[in-house]
């Protein structure tokens, strides 16, 4: 099992630029999770998914979109990068969100995308 | 508002203990996560805690108490490799993670 994969690994964009970044899992997981990590500040939840074709704003989700055709893959787009997206994005999957049970949302990390806006 | 707190960096010497505080104000609960985090990497799960108690797992044990909003996570036997951020976490009752800023750990030989 290659756990949650995502790509790319770095990327650097200029002001204005789109660009995609996309995750998988393989675990037959139903809930995705797109974050960022900034310094000094904890991870912050920028969109979810809860089921194939459906997602979810979270936090701090002005300046993204998100789309889950596929339940193993979910996708973060930026239409229009700006410097304040430079940062780290880690997407995360968990069997579901919800305490059902010992483990079943815990929630389970890609290696990270490091994007920086120029 | 929500809110979790923890020490900005911690520095211990290896083969010793450590205990890293989280203090958390969050609408509802549903349960604390620590995770570990290595510079340049990905989160990974440590541990779980829904009742108040000490959960122990090897070198490492995360005790809560709900009543105090108030977790620590503790590392015995330190070893090199357990330099790493720690990251509090709390789900609360929209059944979404809050996190910390986390705690940089730092292993002295």
């Known amino acids: 099992n290659a756990g949650v994969t995502q790509t790319p690994k770095f990327r650097v964009l200029k002001t204005g630029q789109s660009m995609t970044l996309l995750c998988a899992q393989d675990m037959n997981h139903e809930y995705m999770y797109w974050y960022r990590q900034d310094p000094g500040m904890g991870l912050r939840l920028i969109h979810y998914?809860?089921?194939?074709?459906?997602?979810a704003k979270g936090e701090v989700p002005d300046g993204y979109n998100v789309s889950r055709l596929k339940k193993q893959n979910f996708l973060l787009g930026l239409e229009s990068a700006a410097p304040s997206q430079t940062s780290v994005y880690f997407c995360?999957?968990?069997?579901?969100?919800?305490?059902?049970?010992?483990?079943?949302?815990?929630?389970?990390f890609g290696p990270g995308t490091r994007l920086t806006v120029l | 508002g929500q809110n979790i707190d923890q020490p900005t960096e911690m520095t211990a010497t290896e083969g010793a203990i450590v205990q890293i505080n989280c203090t958390y104000q969050?609408?509802?609960?549903?349960?604390l996560f620590w995770y570990q985090q290595h510079a340049g990497e990905a989160p990974t799960f440590l541990s779980y805690n829904v009742l108040d108690g000490l959960e122990e797992k090897g070198r490492f044990s995360s005790f809560l108490s709900r009543s105090k909003g108030y977790s620590y996570l503790l590392l015995k036997e330190l070893q090199m490799k357990d330099s790493a951020s720690y990251l509090c976490?709390?789900?609360?009752?929209?059944?979404?993670?809050?996190w910390g800023a986390g705690t940089k750990l730092i292993i002295k030989p």
């Open positions: 969050t609408s509802g609960f549903n349960g």
């Open positions: 998914s809860v089921g194939e074709g459906t997602t």
């Open positions: 976490a709390v789900m609360d009752s929209n059944y979404q993670l809050i």
């Open positions: 995360a999957s968990s069997y579901i969100g919800t305490s059902g049970g010992f483990g079943t949302d815990t929630q389970y």
